[in-house]
């Protein structure tokens, strides 16, 4: 089994802010996904990558192999922003989750 | 499309009941998917299916059967409901399941065991 860990739980920004998401898993893996959770519920993927770099927008994550660690940065938030973010590592057939980053951008 | 749909929206089962969870796709997707989303433990895959007629664990198996038996539809079955499998469940499908695919989520199924 992959544990997965992120950092920070919660989060709060003012808009406007610079913002970063931590993701650090224990095995190595095939790829990595972003996802992010509206407050609806929905799930909706963002970002998959095994190594470098993506940009989407106002939204970039890194991937360091070796170091065993993601990020999901956002620019310029905004307060459409707000939602839970979720890293998922891919080993084998099977994903593994993060519980997930609750973002709020206040206005 | 339709993408990926989750019927019923929400549940209320009482302890020893059973009941099935749909989940079907209409974008040809070999790869499905079913997993429990409880506060403070993020997703965890229940089972899993590469294509038609195969079938597969996840990390939390137990108490859920499944069967894939065309490739747009893939039930969850609980065979005898415990207050343990109150939880969200989510839908999810890929083309083949590969590392770098887009994962498409249903709705979601709230269920609440009492």
């Known amino acids: 089994k992959n544990e997965v860990e992120q950092s920070p739980q919660n989060l709060t920004a003012q808009e406007g802010e610079f913002i970063t998401i931590n993701c650090s898993y224990s095995v190595g893996i095939s790829a990595l996904h972003w996802l992010q959770q509206h407050p609806g519920g929905g799930i909706v993927s963002l970002f998959m990558?095994?190594?470098g770099k993506k940009k989407h927008g106002r939204l970039i994550a890194t991937i360091n192999i070796q170091e065993k660690h993601s990020s999901l940065h956002i620019t310029a938030s905004h307060p459409r922003d707000s939602a839970v973010y979720i890293c998922?590592?891919?080993?084998?057939?099977?994903?593994?989750f993060g519980t997930g980053t609750s973002l709020t951008v206040i206005p | 499309n339709a993408g990926v749909t989750q019927t019923p929206k929400f549940q209320v089962l009482k302890t020893g009941q059973s009941m099935t969870l749909q989940c079907a796709q209409d974008m040809n997707h070999e790869y499905m998917s079913w997993y429990r989303q409880d506060p403070g433990m993020g997703l965890r895959l229940i089972h899993y299916?590469?294509?038609?007629?195969?079938?597969d664990q996840g990390e939390v198996p137990n108490g859920y059967n499944v069967s894939r038996s065309t490739t747009e539809d893939f039930p969850l079955r609980l065979l005898s409901a415990a207050p343990s499998q109150t939880s969200v469940y989510f839908c999810?499908?890929?083309?083949?399941?590969?590392?770098?695919?887009?994962?498409?989520f249903g709705p979601g199924t709230r269920l609440l065991v009492l």
């Open positions: 990558l095994s190594s």
């Open positions: 999810a499908s890929s083309y083949t399941g590969l590392l770098l695919e887009t994962q498409y």
């Open positions: 299916s590469v294509g038609a007629g195969i079938t």
């Open positions: 998922a590592s891919f080993t084998g057939n099977q994903f593994y």
